[in-house]
């Protein structure tokens, strides 16, 4: 997974800098074993607090560099399949824009599923890759229906076929393993963001599980089980087991 060393290291910190918030205290503070009790609990409250401020912090700058890198995955996806379109010189876009319109046309008006599949073959045989993919695209996203007809689908079916034995699919294949591992890093990051804002102090990431020490595993395993919360430590368990057998 995309940063998921980073995200690792971060989130094995942040528990150790938590567990180690009143050692803090008293470092900061050479008074602080003479302060009553409610006012060392405000103390590590408020360093608590502090810390998950300071990583927050650290986990909107690495949220910016995913959206930076799933930004740029994208656009390599684009390129391959739109190159017209996505290349600088005005002559080379316009060309894209007239292969889409040319395509759009020819989806204006009832086809029959040999003239489509002739079409997208011919179009990626011309290398007419802006025409081939929108018709490609316009034809599988109608796979997205709740309600799909029997010959409905088999076109959709005929068009996948192509596009999954196409030269263009195995380019862009490795590509969009890595988008998909930059989706999973940025899903990572909203869910250590989310358990700071609910101010957890251990912080217990299943996508993470296999990155983790088997000490760290153990403490992980403890740490749900005193939580209390039935419900959440069997989601927990549920995605460590997914992640683990994937």
Known sequence: MYLSNELNKLRTNYNSEQKRVELKAKERDRNYSLYAEENKKKIIQDLSQETRAEYKRELSNLLNTVTERKKHTTGKIQAVKFPNLSDKEINRKIIGEQQITQAQIFLSSPKKS?????????ALEMGRNEYAFTVINSILSAGNNVIIEPAQKKI??????????????????????EL??????????????????????????????KEMSNEDRDESNMKMQTRGNLTDMIHLKSKISEVMNS
Request: negative net charge.
């Open 156 to 177: 959709i079916e005929q068009v996948k076929n192509i596009y999954d034995n196409s030269e263009v699919k195995k380019t862009i294949e490795p590509i969009e393993k």
């Open 114 to 122: 040999e003239q489509i599949i002739s079409s997208i073959n011919e």
């Open 180 to 209: 998909n591992e930059i989706e999973l890093s940025k899903s990572v990051i909203n869910d250590f963001n989310n358990q700071l804002e609910s101010g957890n102090d251990f912080v217990i990431i299943p996508e993470l599980w």
